[in-house]
């Protein structure tokens, strides 16, 4: 009989639950909830498993917000918990509560090819550390290492690192939002709301007054070729993006590869790919050759945190990934 554990990913506006089969690690009857039509995680997880009908101990929940100790309050939702609480009342064996992009960084050694786009760079190296990032509503961030047949991920809030440019023009950009937001972050321009902050930058550097964008439509603009100020954000992202990416690279030799996660990417996937992205990687001055034969990819599976929250179950309970 096939036994299946309860895996989830959850932001600030949905939940996204699945059983995961804890031999294979194959995910399946996945569903998505509103958050906002639920009093708390531990409700939704109750009216999803009683309408799965299968009998379930133990579960693992990505979630988008730091996990420093029993107690989970989320960043961008009204939901707080007890992690010992929630194991107890649903009476599992084994309850994970982990980082959303803890949980992005174990579903990695579970990828085909087939699951990524690949952004230059040679091949990875087999037990090299990995680092893994991707901007959405914010920036995540982890790192990955491979010890004694165990995949540990290094979790952290890399995101809020300090912007820093190296351009003239991301030097102007740096001075503009410092004076309206103060400390500037990674986050600030590599996210959704980065965009944005981006595209305000660069018009009111030149005196303009910004139309009130959102993200979509600067990067609709952009695509459209209709706004040269959206199409300079966009480009100005993806290059930022390669420079962060090879900072990651550096922090930690990750020669096992930089993996992209996140949902910003995907919807200009072709201007991406002809950006300056690779360039902006690579761009490091002395150690150009360090990081140019680091392989870049981008996750293109349709949810990595629920197969990497299996995933981070399954070692749990003992298996070998």
């Keep these: 009989m096939t036994k299946y554990a309860l895996v989830g990913d959850v932001g600030g506006t949905n939940a996204r639950l699945a059983l995961c089969d804890v031999a294979t690690g194959e995910i399946s009857h996945e569903k ?19 309408e799965q009908n299968v009998v379930v101990t133990d579960g693992c929940i990505a979630i988008a917000c730091p996990i ?31 980082n959303d992009f803890t949980a992005v ?28 990032y991707g901007a959405g509503t914010g920036l995540g961030v982890a790192h990955l290492v491979h010890v004694a047949q165990r995949w540990v991920s290094l979790p952290g809030e ?48 030149d005196g303009r007054l910004p139309e009130n964008l959102q993200p979509k439509e600067i990067t609709t603009r952009a695509l459209a070729d209709s706004c040269i100020d959206c199409r300079r954000a966009l480009s100005l992202f993806c290059v930022i993006m390669g420079r962060f990416g090879g900072n990651l690279a550096l922090n930690l030799g990750t020669f096992g590869g930089v993996y992209i996660a996140g949902g910003i990417v995907p919807r200009f996937l072709d201007f991406f790919t002809s950006s300056g992205f690779r360039g902006g990687f690579e761009d490091k001055g002395r150690f150009r050759s360090y990081v140019q034969d680091i ?27």
């Design 295 to 321: 392989p870049v990819y981008l996750i293109v599976h349709e949810n990595p945190g629920l197969l990497g929250a299996g995933a981070h179950l399954r070692q749990t309970l003992g298996q070998i990934l």
């Design 105 to 132: 960084s174990m579903a990695i050694p579970m990828l085909n090819r087939d699951h990524l786009i690949q952004f230059g760079g040679t091949e990875p190296v087999e037990g090299k550390p990995i680092a893994v």
């Design 158 to 205: 890399g995101g809020h690192v300090d912007f820093a440019p190296n351009s003239e023009e991301e030097g102007i950009i740096l001075e503009e939002l410092r004076a309206e937001l103060g400390h500037v972050s990674a986050e600030r321009v590599l996210s959704g709301p980065g965009l944005v902050n981006l595209y305000r930058a660069i018009v009111k550097s």
């Design 32 to 50: 998505t909830w509103s958050g906002l039509d639920y009093p708390s995680l531990e409700a939704v997880v109750r009216v999803y498993l009683a």
């Design 68 to 98: 420093t100790g029993d107690w989970v309050a989320m960043t961008n939702h009204t939901w707080a918990f007890s992690i010992a609480e929630m194991k107890a009342n649903l009476g599992f064996d084994h309850l994970e509560i982990i």
